[in-house]
């Protein structure tokens, strides 16, 4: 079964605190991205991914890191998080030569104290 | 820039009601078209796409004709029910991924 697993799920944590919420898939997929969702904002892509060691910033990339050590994570980092980053964050994949993405996780809402 | 603009909500609808949720872009290339569902406490699923002109993309009893002459993607459905119920999502991928702001359809009993 095509998996997009985030863990975790919730987080509460305060200013200033790393945190890393951790995407796995099981597809196969060359292409991985992170977004965000915001009430009225829609989804606005933080990072991408076209393979391993290829990353790219999104729309919305101020306070985030990601990595693409192997094909199956991608990990997104919020080094110093903010209060404006409370949002709920969606990993997504996409086979090869595409950037639409096909499967996503669960999601990951994170809040920031 | 590359921008979707779809219908605000909340809709509220009754069962076997019909639906149409509006979707227009502005893009400087030829867009693919999306819409894509949300279920409570899920991620996004794709429900169906066109990829040119005057295609109809259709799953699960909704549809939508991708207009150029309007730059149009309207969803449709002709009968909804209860379990339709979620967030939908109208979006295009050009040389990247837009995304509307999500519509919340709510059917009643």
């Known amino acids: 079964e095509a998996q997009v697993t985030q863990n975790p799920r919730y987080l509460i944590t305060v200013t200033g605190k790393k945190l890393t919420v951790t995407c796995s898939q099981n597809?196969?997929?060359?292409?991985m991205s992170w977004y965000r969702q915001d009430p009225g904002l829609g989804l606005r892509q933080i990072y991408y991914s076209m393979n391993v060691e290829v990353t790219d910033k999104g729309d919305v990339p101020e306070g985030y890191k990601v990595s693409r050590k192997e094909k199956r994570n991608f990990p997104l980092i919020l080094e110093s998080p903010s209060p404006n980053q409370t949002s709920l964050y969606f990993c997504a994949t996409a086979d090869s030569h595409s950037n639409q993405p096909q499967h996503f996780g669960d999601g990951t809402r994170l809040s920031i104290l | 820039g590359n921008s979707v603009t779809q219908m605000e909500g909340p809709v509220t609808l009754s069962e076997e009601a019909f639906l149409t949720i509006n979707c227009t872009y502005t893009a400087t290339g030829y867009p693919s078209l999306f819409w894509y569902v949300q279920y409570p406490g899920e991620g996004l699923q794709l429900l169906l796409k066109a990829t040119k002109a005057d295609d109809k993309g259709s799953n699960k009893g909704f549809e939508a004709t991708y207009r150029k002459e309007t730059t149009s993607f309207h969803l449709e459905k002709g009968s909804v029910q209860v379990s339709d119920s979620a967030v939908y999502f109208c979006?295009?991928?050009?040389?990247?991924?837009?995304f509307g702001a999500g519509t919340r359809l709510t059917v009643k009993p």
């Open positions: 979006a295009l991928s050009d040389h990247d991924m837009r």
């Open positions: 597809m196969n997929h060359e292409y």
